[in-house]
């Protein structure tokens, strides 16, 4: 029987010669993305929640605001979880606190009518 291939040998390390690459060369490239995702991912992230925090922390009655889907109105109380919004003279309805996604200049509610 003919072989067309024929068996590949590896060869022997050179005597003396320095491993193919140390632990730090391996692990390196896992490193640098980790690095990555933290500095464009990670910490973007963490900015925006914190100001998200900052500006639910600081509202006030009086506040315009933007909630989540898209509803437009004037804090009348707020609260822990739940906070009622003037939409319209007369109209209030109940939002989750969390969902306020924008504080609004003063009078811009007057300036979209």
Request: aromatic share 4%.
């Amino acid at each position: 029987m003919v072989h067309i291939i024929s068996n590949a040998w590896a060869a022997a390390p050179a005597a003396g010669a320095a491993p193919e690459g140390s632990v730090l060369v391996q692990i390196l490239p896992f490193l640098v993305i980790a690095v990555l995702m933290y500095v464009l991912i990670l910490r973007p992230q963490n900015k925006r929640a914190r100001e998200q925090r900052a500006m639910l922390a600081a509202l006030a009655p009086g506040d315009e605001v933007v909630a989540a889907g898209g509803l437009l109105g004037r804090l009348t109380e707020v609260g822990p979880q739940y906070s009622m919004v003037e939409v319209a003279s007369g109209v209030v309805v109940k939002i989750q606190t969390s969902s306020v996604q924008l504080v609004l200049p003063k009078d811009t509610i007057g300036k979209a009518r």
